[in-house]
């Protein structure tokens, strides 16, 4: 018997002729949280999108229990018991929370109809089994973002997935959300469920991930316990340089600079009237937060003509 539950040997995938993953080897067991980190444009997401079955790789091969595969669809994958959690979900908001967790495996009763009542108990048993006590009746899309990706962990939880594979999974969390998360990764690993744990934040993986694989511009740079491995070898191993090799920022502000755009008062795209700005020469600006904060409409809404908008 495999001592792996999911494996990838090899795998190179292209994108007009840049290796996005050039001869990447990645293994995950049972019961194993395995984190998967990079900076961006590592090669997480398209690792990701391989082993669920989004691409198919260019070369090389993947193992689910030790028999060889070749998805050729997300179906296929969650067929396998590969499931992903993704960060803007993949529920229906106007369905019911019962609805979205029993999606296409619905029960049935006589005549082929939805048993609602075993509906309803089912769903409501798995909700409170992973810490979310909600009306299961309730609409998906009246829930906040933070729950509703919780509804979807859940849902890739019961499907009896071998492998889930989490995308960012506390972006749009709150503090009691991410307990909650923690809480379900733990029952998970507990059932011999593996996991792939995609995120950036350092101190989320030393608190839930067993092992790391890091990617560096399409190649796996190292895999090993994350236990002995320190945050400042981790986050060089990221960046593919010493920590030291960075200039440290200024410790003093430089001149004061007229701003090249302002942007106060009143805005399109029904954001907040009270939403300001200001555009400096030579800044980068960042504009974040949570999933629903409306980052892309107050950025719509700013009135620049013919300044391109970088969005992740």
């Known amino acids: 018997m495999s001592s792996t539950v999911l494996q990838a040997d090899g795998v190179l995938k292209t994108f007009s002729g840049v290796r996005a993953l050039d001869h990447v080897s990645f293994a995950v067991g049972p019961g194993e949280v395995h984190a998967l980190v990079g900076g961006s444009g590592a090669g997480k997401s398209t ?7 989004v691409y198919r790789p260019d070369r090389g091969e993947l193992r689910v229990g030790g028999e060889r595969v070749r998805f050729g669809s997300p179906a296929e994958a969650r067929r396998a018991g590969i499931a992903t959690v993704h960060q803007e979900g993949n529920l229906v908001p106007l ?26 108990a089912e769903a409501d048993q798995i909700v409170r089994s992973y810490g979310m006590p909600l009306d299961v009746r309730r609409p998906l899309g009246s829930l906040s973002p933070g729950t509703r990706q919780l509804v979807a962990m859940a849902r890739a939880a019961w499907a009896d997935a071998r492998v889930v594979i989490m995308d960012e999974p506390t972006s749009a969390l709150e503090p009691g959300e991410m307990e909650t998360l923690f809480r379900a990764v733990a029952r998970l690993r507990a059932q011999g469920r593996s996991i792939i744990y995609v995120s950036h934040r350092l101190e989320e993986l030393y608190r839930v991930c ?25 986050v060089s191993l990221m960046l593919g340089r010493p920590l030291h090799q ?17 942007a106060t008062g009143p805005t399109r795209q029904n954001v907040r009237p009270d939403v300001s700005s200001a555009l400096h020469e030579g800044q980068v600006p960042g504009l974040g937060g949570l999933l629903g904060a409306r980052r892309g409409e107050t950025a719509r809404a700013m009135p620049v003509v013919g300044m391109p908008l970088l969005r992740k």
């Open 95 to 120: 369905m019911s929370v019962a609805r979205n967790l029993f999606l296409g495996r619905e029960p049935r009763g006589r005549f082929g109809l939805i048993d609602f009542a075993r509906l309803h």
């Open 210 to 234: 067993d092992t790391v694989t890091v990617l560096h511009e399409g190649k796996v740079v190292h895999t090993g316990g994350l236990a002995g491995l320190d945050r400042v070898r981790l």
């Open 246 to 262: 960075h200039r440290p920022l200024p410790e003093e502000p430089g001149p004061a600079v007229l701003p090249l755009l302002e």
């Open 47 to 53: 690792l990701v999108k391989v082993l669920s079955g």
